[in-house]
């Protein structure tokens, strides 16, 4: 069984005078939900199209699957589920009648799988209503059934929550959490809402004018997110003091408005809060901060607003 489900090698691809990625090298390992990460125009499409065979490498190679030949790779590539650009639907069918139709394109022998697909992603008891009236969230959970005709083992997304309401994130949050961890489906997921994936993801590739800048695993993403206690009290030396002798600490760092950055102790922040007020301190701010995945992603691009 082959450790990485992708693998791509220097991928470059040029359009005209434009380089739409500048040799990426991205490893994404069986198993992982893989947060790829840009502003638009960063170069996601792009990678996902090479990758998917929609548009060809100016230089690089990739492999899928452990394949590296272009025959092989094609083969490989019916062991992918792909939404791109958003789902293919016909607005007029009925979501029974989408999968039906995608089985028949996709030559899928047999009935069974769209009733389990439709289960799968919740629309079984959507009846005759057509595609068209159905919500954003609901065509989203639609097309990801459409992708997951043929059992694929790796789901390419490409912006799968761009312009859902709330509900519609969290159910489609929910439902690529499952096919990944009931199902042991690989997931590319690209999108620039980070918050979100933040709480999906467990690996991470920052892209920025077509350059791969960053790859970690969630794990040393909260290793480099630190949190800490914010602090501001009527007294900043005298709290620093008190940090310091009552609680043994130097883990903190006193900031230029006054207020207190306490790395230590972010887990019992009841015990620093009752030792400042038992030294007479009066606390004015106090609250757990720390960077999430959008303030370490500008920093990573050097404070590049993103949308």
Known sequence: MKEYVLRTNQLSKKYQNNMAINKVSVLIKKGSIYGFIGQNGAGKSTLIRLVTGLAYPTSGTFELFGETNNKNIVEARKRIGTIIEGPALYPQMTAAENLEAHRLLKGIPGKECVVKNLKLVDLHNTG????????LGMKQRLGIA????????FLILDEPINGLDPMGVVEIRELLKKLNREHGITILISSHILSELHLLATHYGIIHEGALLEQLSAKELQEKCQQYLHIKTNDTNKAATVLEENLSTQDFEVMPDGTIKLFAYVNVPGKVSNILTTEGLVIEEFMPMGENLETYFSKRIGGVQHG
């Open 128 to 135: 005759k209503k057509k595609a068209k009236d159905f919500s």
């Open 146 to 153: 459409i992708a997951l005709l043929g059992d694929p083992e």
